[in-house]
Protein backbone atom coordinates (compact mmCIF):
# COMPACT_ATOMS: atom_id res chain seq x y z
CA UNK A 1 0.00 0.00 0.00
CA UNK A 2 1.21 3.20 -0.95
CA UNK A 3 1.16 7.19 -1.53
CA UNK A 4 0.16 10.07 0.46
CA UNK A 5 -1.65 12.30 -1.85
CA UNK A 6 -1.13 14.90 0.72
CA UNK A 7 -0.06 17.36 -2.68
CA UNK A 8 -3.67 17.17 -3.86
CA UNK A 9 -5.65 17.88 -0.22
CA UNK A 10 -6.15 20.59 2.52
CA UNK A 11 -7.20 20.44 5.84
CA UNK A 12 -11.42 19.85 5.34
CA UNK A 13 -13.65 22.47 6.90
CA UNK A 14 -17.11 22.24 7.60
CA UNK A 15 -18.93 22.80 4.65
CA UNK A 16 -15.94 23.15 2.36
CA UNK A 17 -16.93 22.65 -1.09
CA UNK A 18 -14.10 21.02 -2.42
CA UNK A 19 -14.30 17.99 0.13
CA UNK A 20 -15.18 14.84 -1.16
CA UNK A 21 -18.21 15.35 1.06
CA UNK A 22 -19.35 18.36 -0.47
CA UNK A 23 -22.55 18.75 -2.52
CA UNK A 24 -22.05 18.58 -6.21
CA UNK A 25 -22.29 22.38 -6.93
CA UNK A 26 -19.83 24.37 -5.75
CA UNK A 27 -19.86 28.12 -5.50
CA UNK A 28 -18.81 29.13 -9.33
CA UNK A 29 -17.01 32.19 -8.19
CA UNK A 30 -14.38 30.06 -6.00
CA UNK A 31 -11.83 29.71 -8.67
CA UNK A 32 -11.73 33.31 -9.15
CA UNK A 33 -10.66 33.98 -5.90
CA UNK A 34 -7.90 30.99 -5.87
CA UNK A 35 -6.72 32.41 -8.71
CA UNK A 36 -6.35 36.09 -7.06
CA UNK A 37 -5.09 35.01 -3.93
CA UNK A 38 -2.36 32.93 -6.42
CA UNK A 39 -1.05 35.98 -8.02
CA UNK A 40 -1.25 38.75 -5.51
CA UNK A 41 0.12 36.33 -2.89
CA UNK A 42 3.31 34.27 -5.03
CA UNK A 43 6.17 35.74 -5.77
CA UNK A 44 6.96 35.64 -9.51
CA UNK A 45 3.84 33.60 -9.87
CA UNK A 46 4.39 33.27 -14.14
CA UNK A 47 7.23 30.51 -13.16
CA UNK A 48 5.13 29.00 -11.65
CA UNK A 49 1.46 29.36 -13.51
CA UNK A 50 1.72 26.00 -15.15
CA UNK A 51 1.72 24.17 -12.25
CA UNK A 52 -0.79 26.11 -10.56
CA UNK A 53 -3.45 25.47 -12.91
CA UNK A 54 -3.21 22.36 -12.76
CA UNK A 55 -3.45 21.90 -9.32
CA UNK A 56 -6.74 24.60 -9.66
CA UNK A 57 -8.20 21.69 -12.11
CA UNK A 58 -8.48 19.40 -9.39
CA UNK A 59 -8.87 21.85 -6.11
CA UNK A 60 -11.98 23.01 -8.12
CA UNK A 61 -13.69 19.49 -8.91
CA UNK A 62 -16.59 18.99 -6.48
CA UNK A 63 -16.94 15.45 -7.09
CA UNK A 64 -18.49 13.07 -4.41
CA UNK A 65 -16.62 9.68 -3.78
CA UNK A 66 -20.27 8.45 -5.27
CA UNK A 67 -19.38 9.14 -8.53
CA UNK A 68 -16.55 6.52 -8.67
CA UNK A 69 -16.64 2.79 -7.40
CA UNK A 70 -15.17 1.84 -4.45
CA UNK A 71 -13.59 -1.37 -2.60
CA UNK A 72 -16.53 -2.89 -0.78
CA UNK A 73 -16.03 -6.68 -1.45
CA UNK A 74 -13.14 -8.84 -2.61
CA UNK A 75 -12.17 -8.37 -6.95
CA UNK A 76 -12.32 -10.91 -9.66
CA UNK A 77 -9.11 -11.23 -10.79
CA UNK A 78 -8.40 -11.44 -14.51
CA UNK A 79 -5.04 -11.04 -15.89
CA UNK A 80 -3.65 -10.11 -17.57
CA UNK A 81 -6.64 -7.39 -17.77
CA UNK A 82 -5.86 -6.10 -13.71
CA UNK A 83 -2.19 -5.49 -14.46
CA UNK A 84 -4.28 -2.56 -16.28
CA UNK A 85 -5.67 0.08 -15.24
CA UNK A 86 -9.40 0.81 -13.65
CA UNK A 87 -10.66 4.06 -14.41
CA UNK A 88 -13.64 3.32 -12.70
CA UNK A 89 -12.23 3.98 -9.29
CA UNK A 90 -10.00 7.47 -8.49
CA UNK A 91 -6.67 6.70 -7.58
CA UNK A 92 -4.80 3.54 -8.38
CA UNK A 93 -0.66 2.75 -8.84
CA UNK A 94 2.23 0.68 -10.19
CA UNK A 95 5.19 0.98 -7.18
CA UNK A 96 8.16 -0.96 -8.12
CA UNK A 97 10.99 -0.82 -5.49
CA UNK A 98 14.11 -3.02 -5.64
CA UNK A 99 17.39 -3.98 -4.08
CA UNK A 100 20.26 -4.48 -6.28
CA UNK A 101 23.74 -5.13 -6.45
CA UNK A 102 26.57 -4.22 -9.03
CA UNK A 103 29.69 -7.02 -9.73
CA UNK A 104 31.55 -6.05 -6.87
CA UNK A 105 29.15 -6.63 -4.37
CA UNK A 106 27.61 -2.68 -3.46
CA UNK A 107 24.25 -2.19 -2.80
CA UNK A 108 21.63 0.01 -4.88
CA UNK A 109 18.02 0.76 -3.88
CA UNK A 110 15.29 2.23 -6.41
CA UNK A 111 11.83 2.71 -7.02
CA UNK A 112 9.82 3.43 -9.58
CA UNK A 113 6.27 4.44 -9.18
CA UNK A 114 3.21 5.50 -11.39
CA UNK A 115 0.49 6.84 -10.09
CA UNK A 116 -3.30 8.04 -11.86
CA UNK A 117 -5.75 10.06 -10.42
CA UNK A 118 -9.04 10.44 -11.69
CA UNK A 119 -10.34 14.00 -11.43
CA UNK A 120 -13.54 13.55 -13.38
CA UNK A 121 -15.60 10.09 -14.18
CA UNK A 122 -15.84 11.61 -17.69
CA UNK A 123 -13.61 13.88 -19.27
CA UNK A 124 -16.13 16.61 -19.84
CA UNK A 125 -14.17 18.09 -22.99
CA UNK A 126 -15.54 15.24 -25.34
CA UNK A 127 -13.43 15.13 -28.52
CA UNK A 128 -10.90 17.40 -27.38
CA UNK A 129 -6.91 16.36 -27.53
CA UNK A 130 -6.93 18.65 -24.57
CA UNK A 131 -9.75 16.65 -22.06
CA UNK A 132 -8.41 15.85 -18.88
CA UNK A 133 -9.92 13.06 -17.24
CA UNK A 134 -7.28 12.18 -14.62
CA UNK A 135 -3.62 13.29 -14.18
CA UNK A 136 -0.92 11.03 -14.09
CA UNK A 137 1.95 11.60 -12.04
CA UNK A 138 5.84 9.37 -11.31
CA UNK A 139 8.15 9.02 -8.64
CA UNK A 140 11.77 7.99 -9.28
CA UNK A 141 14.37 7.38 -6.43
CA UNK A 142 17.85 5.49 -6.69
CA UNK A 143 19.73 4.94 -3.63
CA UNK A 144 23.85 4.26 -3.66
CA UNK A 145 24.63 2.58 -0.70
CA UNK A 146 28.43 2.52 -0.86
CA UNK A 147 28.47 6.37 -1.31
CA UNK A 148 25.34 6.82 0.70
CA UNK A 149 23.58 9.23 -1.72
CA UNK A 150 20.10 9.44 -2.62
CA UNK A 151 18.68 10.60 -5.86
CA UNK A 152 14.83 11.45 -6.39
CA UNK A 153 12.90 13.02 -9.32
CA UNK A 154 9.47 13.10 -10.58
CA UNK A 155 7.06 13.60 -13.14
CA UNK A 156 3.64 15.19 -13.84
CA UNK A 157 1.22 15.22 -17.08
CA UNK A 158 -2.57 15.84 -17.45
CA UNK A 159 -2.37 12.49 -20.67
CA UNK A 160 -3.67 14.98 -23.41
CA UNK A 161 -1.45 15.05 -26.18
CA UNK A 162 -0.42 11.78 -25.80
CA UNK A 163 1.63 13.27 -23.11
CA UNK A 164 0.32 9.77 -21.06
CA UNK A 165 -1.07 6.74 -21.09
CA UNK A 166 -2.30 3.74 -19.05
CA UNK A 167 -3.73 0.87 -20.93
CA UNK A 168 -6.65 -0.92 -19.13
CA UNK A 169 -6.04 -4.57 -20.73
CA UNK A 170 -2.48 -5.18 -19.67
CA UNK A 171 0.37 -3.22 -17.78
CA UNK A 172 1.30 -0.65 -20.57
CA UNK A 173 2.03 2.66 -18.97
CA UNK A 174 4.21 5.68 -20.19
CA UNK A 175 4.50 8.73 -18.73
CA UNK A 176 6.71 11.41 -21.16
CA UNK A 177 9.75 8.85 -21.50
CA UNK A 178 9.27 6.95 -18.49
CA UNK A 179 7.71 3.32 -19.20
CA UNK A 180 6.74 0.29 -17.93
CA UNK A 181 5.27 -2.66 -19.92
CA UNK A 182 4.79 -6.38 -19.38
CA UNK A 183 5.68 -8.48 -22.36
CA UNK A 184 4.06 -11.82 -23.03
CA UNK A 185 7.26 -13.89 -21.23
CA UNK A 186 5.33 -11.50 -17.97
CA UNK A 187 9.06 -9.62 -18.04
CA UNK A 188 7.95 -6.32 -16.61
CA UNK A 189 10.41 -3.89 -18.69
CA UNK A 190 10.70 -0.07 -17.04
CA UNK A 191 12.98 2.49 -18.07
CA UNK A 192 13.07 5.92 -16.53
CA UNK A 193 15.49 9.36 -16.94
CA UNK A 194 15.69 12.26 -15.01
CA UNK A 195 17.70 14.74 -16.86
CA UNK A 196 18.09 17.35 -14.46
CA UNK A 197 19.39 15.37 -11.55
CA UNK A 198 21.26 12.76 -14.46
CA UNK A 199 20.02 9.52 -12.59
CA UNK A 200 17.90 7.24 -14.15
CA UNK A 201 17.41 3.34 -14.99
CA UNK A 202 16.41 0.44 -17.28
CA UNK A 203 15.47 -2.39 -15.50
CA UNK A 204 13.97 -5.95 -16.50
CA UNK A 205 12.17 -7.56 -13.62
CA UNK A 206 10.57 -11.24 -14.10
CA UNK A 207 8.05 -12.46 -11.75
CA UNK A 208 9.61 -15.95 -9.70
CA UNK A 209 5.96 -16.56 -7.69
CA UNK A 210 2.41 -16.08 -8.09
CA UNK A 211 1.10 -12.95 -7.63
CA UNK A 212 -0.05 -12.35 -3.55
CA UNK A 213 -3.37 -11.17 -2.79
CA UNK A 214 -3.36 -8.99 0.54
CA UNK A 215 -6.32 -9.38 2.99
CA UNK A 216 -9.50 -10.70 1.80
CA UNK A 217 -8.60 -11.88 -1.65
CA UNK A 218 -7.34 -9.09 -2.32
CA UNK A 219 -9.66 -6.46 -0.33
CA UNK A 220 -7.41 -4.89 1.58
CA UNK A 221 -8.94 -2.97 4.66
CA UNK A 222 -7.54 0.48 5.43
CA UNK A 223 -10.03 1.45 8.25
CA UNK A 224 -13.21 0.34 10.01
CA UNK A 225 -15.73 2.11 7.37
CA UNK A 226 -16.79 0.06 4.52
CA UNK A 227 -15.47 1.02 1.37
CA UNK A 228 -12.33 2.70 2.54
CA UNK A 229 -10.05 -0.55 1.78
CA UNK A 230 -7.81 -0.80 -1.44
CA UNK A 231 -7.62 -3.89 -3.76
CA UNK A 232 -3.99 -5.18 -3.73
CA UNK A 233 -1.87 -7.41 -5.10
CA UNK A 234 1.61 -7.73 -5.10
CA UNK A 235 4.56 -9.72 -7.25
CA UNK A 236 7.21 -10.08 -4.26
CA UNK A 237 9.63 -11.79 -5.69
CA UNK A 238 11.16 -10.89 -9.09
CA UNK A 239 14.56 -11.66 -10.73
CA UNK A 240 15.57 -8.29 -11.89
CA UNK A 241 18.77 -7.14 -14.31
CA UNK A 242 19.58 -4.12 -16.21
CA UNK A 243 21.24 -0.65 -15.59
CA UNK A 244 21.09 2.12 -12.79
CA UNK A 245 22.82 5.40 -14.60
CA UNK A 246 24.09 7.92 -11.82
CA UNK A 247 25.81 11.26 -13.45
CA UNK A 248 27.90 9.64 -16.38
CA UNK A 249 28.35 5.98 -15.04
CA UNK A 250 26.05 3.16 -16.50
CA UNK A 251 26.34 0.49 -13.82
CA UNK A 252 25.03 -2.84 -14.01
CA UNK A 253 23.40 -4.80 -11.58
CA UNK A 254 21.15 -7.39 -10.56
CA UNK A 255 18.68 -8.33 -7.80
CA UNK A 256 14.97 -8.43 -6.29
CA UNK A 257 11.98 -6.33 -6.79
CA UNK A 258 8.72 -6.38 -5.42
CA UNK A 259 5.65 -4.41 -7.40
CA UNK A 260 2.94 -3.34 -5.40
CA UNK A 261 -0.39 -2.85 -7.69
CA UNK A 262 -3.39 -1.44 -5.84
CA UNK A 263 -7.04 0.68 -7.01
CA UNK A 264 -9.02 2.25 -4.94
CA UNK A 265 -11.54 5.38 -3.92
CA UNK A 266 -11.37 6.08 -0.74
CA UNK A 267 -9.20 4.18 1.47
CA UNK A 268 -8.58 6.10 4.88
CA UNK A 269 -10.34 7.49 7.77
CA UNK A 270 -11.12 11.27 8.16
CA UNK A 271 -8.77 11.21 11.41
CA UNK A 272 -5.72 8.41 10.26
CA UNK A 273 -2.20 10.38 9.89
CA UNK A 274 -0.29 8.05 7.95
CA UNK A 275 1.58 4.57 7.43
CA UNK A 276 4.80 2.99 8.07
CA UNK A 277 4.89 -0.16 5.56
CA UNK A 278 7.72 -2.72 4.83
CA UNK A 279 7.94 -5.61 2.55
CA UNK A 280 10.58 -8.00 3.24
CA UNK A 281 12.29 -10.54 1.06
CA UNK A 282 14.39 -12.46 2.87
CA UNK A 283 17.29 -14.81 1.87
CA UNK A 284 15.11 -18.31 2.87
CA UNK A 285 12.89 -17.16 -0.25
CA UNK A 286 10.21 -15.98 2.14
CA UNK A 287 9.01 -12.40 1.85
CA UNK A 288 6.74 -10.51 4.54
CA UNK A 289 4.20 -7.26 4.12
CA UNK A 290 3.00 -5.47 6.64
CA UNK A 291 1.62 -2.12 7.26
CA UNK A 292 0.63 -0.02 10.30
CA UNK A 293 -2.01 2.35 10.20
CA UNK A 294 -1.39 5.25 12.45
CA UNK A 295 -4.43 7.34 14.37
CA UNK A 296 -3.53 10.43 16.79
CA UNK A 297 -1.09 9.97 18.92
CA UNK A 298 0.88 7.46 17.49
CA UNK A 299 -1.48 4.56 17.72
CA UNK A 300 -1.93 2.24 15.83
CA UNK A 301 -5.17 1.25 13.78
CA UNK A 302 -6.69 -2.18 14.57
CA UNK A 303 -6.85 -2.03 10.46
CA UNK A 304 -3.41 -2.38 10.11
CA UNK A 305 -2.46 -5.73 9.05
CA UNK A 306 0.29 -8.12 6.71
CA UNK A 307 1.29 -11.14 4.79
CA UNK A 308 3.22 -13.50 4.72
CA UNK A 309 4.42 -15.47 1.31
CA UNK A 310 6.06 -18.75 2.15
CA UNK A 311 8.87 -20.18 -0.24
CA UNK A 312 5.62 -22.18 -1.59
CA UNK A 313 2.41 -22.16 -0.54
CA UNK A 314 -0.45 -20.49 0.09
CA UNK A 315 -0.03 -17.04 1.53
CA UNK A 316 -1.01 -16.09 5.46
CA UNK A 317 -2.92 -12.93 6.37
CA UNK A 318 -1.21 -11.19 9.20
CA UNK A 319 -4.07 -9.21 11.63
CA UNK A 320 -3.07 -6.19 13.65
CA UNK A 321 -2.43 -8.61 16.65
CA UNK A 322 -0.58 -10.82 14.92
CA UNK A 323 2.62 -8.46 15.10
CA UNK A 324 4.28 -5.56 16.78
CA UNK A 325 6.35 -2.70 14.61
CA UNK A 326 8.60 -0.66 17.02
CA UNK A 327 10.65 2.14 16.25
CA UNK A 328 14.21 1.93 17.58
CA UNK A 329 15.31 5.63 16.86
CA UNK A 330 14.80 8.72 15.14
CA UNK A 331 16.19 10.71 11.94
CA UNK A 332 15.43 14.37 11.68
CA UNK A 333 14.98 15.38 8.17
CA UNK A 334 16.18 18.75 6.48
CA UNK A 335 13.84 21.38 7.83
CA UNK A 336 13.32 19.23 11.03
CA UNK A 337 10.92 16.72 10.68
CA UNK A 338 11.51 13.91 12.41
CA UNK A 339 11.19 10.25 11.55
CA UNK A 340 11.19 6.74 13.18
CA UNK A 341 14.29 5.15 11.94
CA UNK A 342 15.26 1.22 12.20
CA UNK A 343 12.81 -1.31 13.43
CA UNK A 344 12.08 -4.01 15.79
CA UNK A 345 9.59 -6.22 13.73
CA UNK A 346 8.18 -9.26 15.60
CA UNK A 347 5.53 -11.93 14.17
CA UNK A 348 4.95 -14.46 16.92
CA UNK A 349 3.07 -16.73 15.26
CA UNK A 350 5.94 -17.19 12.24
CA UNK A 351 8.92 -17.76 15.14
CA UNK A 352 9.95 -14.49 13.45
CA UNK A 353 11.72 -11.61 15.34
CA UNK A 354 14.64 -9.11 14.01
CA UNK A 355 15.89 -5.65 13.50
CA UNK A 356 15.54 -3.56 9.87
CA UNK A 357 17.85 -0.90 9.07
CA UNK A 358 18.21 1.70 6.13
CA UNK A 359 21.07 1.48 3.79
CA UNK A 360 20.78 4.84 4.10
CA UNK A 361 19.73 7.49 6.41
CA UNK A 362 17.94 10.20 4.08
CA UNK A 363 15.66 8.65 1.85
CA UNK A 364 12.98 11.50 1.95
CA UNK A 365 11.40 12.43 -1.23
CA UNK A 366 11.14 15.72 -1.04
CA UNK A 367 8.43 16.45 -4.16
CA UNK A 368 7.33 20.56 -5.54
CA UNK A 369 5.29 19.62 -8.68
CA UNK A 370 1.96 19.88 -7.10
CA UNK A 371 2.46 21.43 -3.61
CA UNK A 372 4.69 20.33 -0.98
CA UNK A 373 5.01 16.13 -0.53
CA UNK A 374 7.49 14.68 1.37
CA UNK A 375 7.99 10.79 2.45
CA UNK A 376 10.37 8.52 3.47
CA UNK A 377 11.06 5.59 0.74
CA UNK A 378 14.47 3.69 1.59
CA UNK A 379 16.23 0.58 0.96
CA UNK A 380 16.75 -1.51 4.24
CA UNK A 381 17.82 -4.43 5.54
CA UNK A 382 16.61 -7.55 7.90
CA UNK A 383 18.80 -9.47 10.45
CA UNK A 384 16.85 -11.68 13.26
CA UNK A 385 15.70 -15.41 13.34
CA UNK A 386 12.88 -17.20 12.65
CA UNK A 387 12.17 -20.32 14.80
CA UNK A 388 15.76 -20.13 16.07
CA UNK A 389 17.52 -19.99 13.01
CA UNK A 390 19.41 -16.76 11.92
CA UNK A 391 17.35 -15.20 9.07
CA UNK A 392 18.37 -11.97 6.66
CA UNK A 393 17.54 -10.15 3.72
CA UNK A 394 16.50 -6.63 2.31
CA UNK A 395 13.02 -5.05 1.62
CA UNK A 396 12.19 -1.48 1.53
CA UNK A 397 10.23 0.69 3.89
CA UNK A 398 7.64 3.38 3.47
CA UNK A 399 6.67 6.53 6.24
CA UNK A 400 3.86 8.81 5.05
CA UNK A 401 2.60 11.64 7.47
CA UNK A 402 5.81 12.28 9.26
CA UNK A 403 6.45 15.66 7.19
CA UNK A 404 3.16 16.79 5.10
CA UNK A 405 -0.34 15.38 5.93
CA UNK A 406 -2.47 13.24 4.56
CA UNK A 407 -4.19 14.52 1.84
CA UNK A 408 -8.03 14.70 1.43
CA UNK A 409 -7.60 12.55 -1.89
CA UNK A 410 -7.07 9.52 -0.20
CA UNK A 411 -9.66 9.94 2.74
CA UNK A 412 -13.34 9.13 3.19
Not at 53 to 60: D, G, K, N, R
Not at 192 to 199: G, H, I, L, M, V
Not at 315 to 344: C, M, Q
Request: charged share 20%; glycine share 10%.
Amino acid sequence: MKIDFSFFGRARRPGDPYSTRSARRSDPTQPVFIILEFFLHTPRPWLRLPTFLLSTIFFCQPLLAEDWQRALQPWSWQFPRDHGAHPEFKTEWWYLTGNLQDASGNPYGYQLTFFRHGLQPVATQIGSAWAVRDVYFGHLAVTDGKAQRFYFSEKLSRGALDEASFATNDCSVHLGDWTLRRANDSVFAMKAWAPDEKFGLDLAARPIKSAAFHGNGGLSQKSASPGNASHYYSYTRMETKGELRIGDRRIPVTGLSWLDREFSTSALASDQEGWDWFCLQFDSGEELMLYRMRNPGDRTDPSSSGTWIPKSGPSVSLKNADFTIEALSRWKAPGGKVYPAGWKISVPSMGLEGEVQPIVADQELRLRRIGNLRYWEGACTFQGARSGKPLTGRGYTELTGYATPIGQGMKE
